[in-house]
């Protein structure tokens, strides 16, 4: 076995990777991770009584309907190499809040389908990556890719899920509580919205945010593949071959 548990051919086929093959291996999970993300969203308001998305087009699983070039491109890039996590937006799918048949508590709901959505991502890429861990070595090369792309596949859809919980306007995880407050502690909390990107930058490039979100991440990160039969170890070398060095 070699490292991190891995057979020798995987090993041999992973040694290093080229501009095309980490490009192969990150862009469609994460791509997938944004866009049923956004999608996710459009259908549970939908299925909550309100049509605006779908009247407007953004039900579409076309990636470029839903792409902010710097949210969804430079972001993500910088934050991957700047603080070890994924961050960033996409173009957000519109909802009237008035149009819910429970505008309070179904705007909650709204906000929670798109980390759900990601959670059920990260299960199904980590199914991925077990089928390519054992395909045979006669399709080393598609094994491999499998392997890699499932892990990177996990490895966005619990970032996007798990940051996007954090309970801070306008992410997910805020909208999600300010579903549950008081309506005067609501409307207070509301007025931090215009500064809650900055806010969250700060906790993530401080690194005060790690020791509260770097637990969870690593529970799903490695918890997810374990349990389709990934030993933590082995997605730990993964990471190793796909990550940018820092």
Do not use: C
């Not at 929670?112 to 390519?132: D, R, T």
């Not at 909208?175 to 806010?199: C, K």
């Amino acid at each position: 076995m070699s490292p991190a548990g891995l057979p020798g051919p995987y090993n041999a086929a992973m040694q290093s990777l080229n501009l095309i093959q980490m490009l192969a291996v990150w862009v469609p999970p994460a791509l997938l991770a944004i866009t049923l993300h956004e999608v996710a969203h459009g259908w549970a308001a939908r299925a909550l009584g309100d049509r605006t998305a779908e009247m407007l087009g953004r039900l579409s699983l076309n990636p470029i309907k839903h792409v902010d070039p710097v949210g969804t491109i430079l972001v993500p890039a910088a934050a991957l190499f700047l603080t070890g996590y994924i961050f960033g937006w996409a173009r957000p799918v519109p909802v009237a809040m008035r149009n819910l048949r429970n505008p309070r508590r179904d705007m909650a709901l709204v906000a929670a389908a798109g980390p759900l959505s990601n959670l059920a991502m990260a299960l199904g890429w980590a199914l991925i990556a077990a089928i390519g861990a054992g395909i045979g070595t006669g399709l080393d090369n598609l094994g491999s890719l499998m392997l890699m792309m499932g892990v990177a596949g996990v490895l966005a859809n619990v970032l996007l899920a798990v940051i996007n919980m954090i309970p801070v306007l306008p992410l997910d995880g805020g909208r999600v509580l300010n579903g549950f407050l008081p309506p005067r502690a609501s409307d207070t909390f509301e007025r931090i919205e215009p500064y809650g990107m900055w806010i969250v930058f700060a906790l993530l490039i401080s690194g005060i945010a790690s020791p509260l979100i770097g637990p969870v991440i690593g529970i799903g990160v490695y918890g997810i593949p374990a349990l389709f039969g990934i030993p933590p170890a082995d997605t730990s070398g993964i990471l190793n071959l796909i990550l940018p060095p820092r």
